[in-house]
């Protein structure tokens, strides 16, 4: 009963600081966000995540202090205006921050990123159809406000090839006085879109932002750390950057989030609120103790082991470094005596998946019943859901039938598995044909023969 007690006073402890961080982190100094994610493009392939990355990336944003503007699936003429009210609002001063996840492309040096309503036949398309990057630049630069942030997760591989100046990537920006672009790659190369929820770059950014006291450098290292060692070396994060104060997401002693060494960009006119900006006021001052206090009660629950790990690294000398070590080990000794179980069920799993996969494969053959073979692939799955082969056969019988929307969750998630499935792609593209999307049906023989 004491311990239940002791449990609730904590847990009412860390609501309170939580509200007092929620209502004061854009107390004095504005927080704004514009978050867009196009995946669902009307006339290029489209993409699995963007749209997972921008509300994930507004939801995070939000908690931490943002007001945050998402656009999901928007056109240039949403684009554009959200952009333009954005820079209005930065006006008014305070920290600034654009998110994009979705096609992008540089041409003669430009960096554009693509509305969801796009049809590029030419690459002249591109100035009229497409958002020209250094516009929402100079809207930044016009506001003169103290930081702004800009991070483009839009380097996926190249949609317009034909196009005879369009390259791989994006192009390299010269950030402008007080502004930190962040690519998901470097300059000139392309990022993977990810095969789970999030892309990869966004995931491992989503994770770093909510990681108290870590600077927005510190931030972008460890994106770049984690993206480099998920792919090998083949995706490199990439940074540019004219920011000389600092800034926290979550700052690890109070809400304080920039101290501006020049906040006032023009010094013809008059200073942004320097106190504002520059000398936060007890009111939005959150102790060490209730940060602390906060943070470790968000993760006293979890079984994951890297949050125990976040908090050793985030308050070295804490009062629960004791209890997070222990939950460590906890955790360790746990994960590896499931290994241990979950070996033994291997040979059960294994004995279950190639009874399950006879029976698919004996129906399939029998013309007149391939619904049975489908549920049999599907029950196969269940035990052995990384084999790319069971998906791609599970794709062949939804073929079969025609229908071709299931056909292509089933090619995809084989490819998830295998990225060199050529036969994959193949039988993927054949079922865009079906439905009559050459766009996707020509991107995928493409990526097939590559």
């Known amino acids: 009963m004491l311990i239940k007690l002791v449990s609730f006073i904590l847990l009412i402890h860390s609501l309170t600081a939580l509200a007092d961080l929620a209502e004061h982190s854009t107390a004095g100094l504005a927080r704004r966000a514009l978050v867009i994610g196009n995946g669902n493009y009307q006339y290029l392939p489209t993409l699995d995540n963007p749209i997972n990355d921008a509300r994930d990336i507004g939801r995070t944003l939000e908690k931490i202090g943002f007001i945050v503007d998402t656009q999901l699936n928007a056109t240039q003429e949403q684009m554009e205006t959200a952009i333009n009210q954005f ?170 989030v920039v101290q501006s060494p020049s906040v006032n960009m023009d010094k013809t006119e008059p200073a942004l609120q320097d106190s504002a900006v520059t000398q936060p006021t007890k009111r939005m001052t959150l102790s060490d103790d209730q940060f602390e206090l906060s943070f470790w009660n968000s993760i006293l629950g979890s079984q994951n082991v890297a949050d125990f790990q976040g908090y050793l690294v985030a308050y070295p000398e804490g009062r629960f470094i004791g209890l997070a070590k222990n939950r460590i080990d906890l955790l360790t000794s746990a994960s590896q005596s499931q290994s241990i179980i979950a070996e033994s069920n291997n040979a059960f799993n294994a004995e279950k998946y190639n009874e399950y996969f006879d029976k698919g494969k004996r129906y399939f053959y029998d013309k007149e019943r391939p619904n049975k073979a489908i549920a049999y692939y599907k029950k196969a799955i269940q035990y052995r859901s990384a084999d790319e082969k069971m998906h791609y056969e599970l794709g062949v019988a939804y073929m079969d039938l025609g229908n071709y929307p299931e056909s292509i969750v089933s090619f995809k998630n084989a490819i998830k598995q295998n990225a060199s499935y050529t036969e994959a792609y193949r039988q993927l593209a054949n079922s865009y044909s079906e439905l009559g999307d050459e766009v996707n049906a020509k991107y995928y023989r493409e990526k097939g023969s590559e």
């Not at 590029?120 to 630049?137: F, I």
């Not at 483009?152 to 950030?175: Q, V, Y």
């Not at 994770?207 to 984690?226: A, D, M, T, Y």
Request: glycine share 12%.
């Open 87 to 256: 820079g209005k609002h930065l006006a008014s001063g305070g920290i600034g921050l654009f998110y994009y996840a979705g096609h992008g492309v540089q041409a003669d040096g430009i960096n554009y990123i693509i509305p969801v309503n796009a049809e590029l036949k030419r690459q002249k398309d591109l100035r009229y159809k497409a958002v020209n990057v250094g516009q929402l630049l100079d809207e930044m630069d016009q506001a003169r406000n103290g930081l702004n942030i800009v991070i483009l997760d839009a380097c996926r591989d190249n949609p317009l090839k034909e196009f005879r100046s369009a390259s791989r990537g994006l192009a390299e920006i010269a950030a402008p006085k007080g502004t930190l672009v962040a690519y998901a790659t470097s300059p000139g190369s392309v990022a993977a879109d990810g095969v789970d929820k999030n892309g990869t770059y966004t995931k491992h950014l989503l994770k770093q932002i909510n990681i108290p006291g870590l600077s927005v450098e510190q931030v972008f290292k460890r994106v770049l750390q984690g993206v480099n060692k998920e792919t090998g070396g083949a995706q490199l994060p990439w940074v540019s950057s004219s920011f000389t104060g600092d800034f926290y997401f979550i700052a690890p002693g109070g809400v304080t």
